[in-house]
């Protein structure tokens, strides 16, 4: 039982973790409505205005980065652009903890 139990935590935690952030947190709802083109997020391509594409979602890295445990620099090249590929790469899939600090800045989903 407690095996199981187990087994359903870890299925959980990579569901969470292959969605980034799809789910739970207060700004997805707050942000649930609305949709950004590529085109838009392009349009916030500096460290002072930060827009980061992540997955299906959009985020708003301009506060964040600044207290970014890798540093401000790593998340700058992706301002205005897909991160997925440059946060997938660097941060462990388990530590579920940044992926509900990400939540906290999501501010809509891509639109296609
Ligand atoms: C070369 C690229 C990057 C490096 C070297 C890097 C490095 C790190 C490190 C060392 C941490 C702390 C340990 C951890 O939680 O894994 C961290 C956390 C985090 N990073 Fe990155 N990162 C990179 C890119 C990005 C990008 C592109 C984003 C988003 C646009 C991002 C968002 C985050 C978030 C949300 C956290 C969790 C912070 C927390 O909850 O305290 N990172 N990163």
Request: charged letters at 10%; proline letters at 2%; hydrophobic letters at 40%.
């Given at each position: 039982?407690l095996?199981?139990?187990r087994t359903l ?20 709802s707050a942000a649930?409505?609305k ?6 997020v392009?349009?916030h391509?500096?460290?002072s205005?930060?827009w ?6 959009v985020?708003?890295m301009?506060?964040?980065s600044k ?5 401000a ?13 440059a946060?997938?790469?660097q941060?462990?899939s ?8 990400l939540?906290?800045y ?5 639109k296609?």
């Amino acid at each position: 039982m407690l095996v199981a139990r187990r087994t359903l935590a870890v299925l959980i935690s990579v569901a969470a973790v292959t969605g980034i952030a799809t789910s739970g947190a207060s700004a997805t709802s707050a942000a649930a409505g609305k949709s950004y083109t590529a085109a838009q997020v392009k349009a916030h391509s500096t460290p002072s205005n930060c827009w980061v594409i992540l997955k299906n979602g959009v985020y708003n890295m301009t506060a964040f980065s600044k207290s970014h445990s890798g540093g401000a620099a790593v998340i700058e090249p992706v301002c205005g652009k897909d991160g997925t590929k440059a946060f997938l790469g660097q941060h462990s899939s388990t530590a579920t903890a940044k992926y509900a600090t990400l939540n906290q800045y999501r501010i809509g989903t891509l639109k296609k």
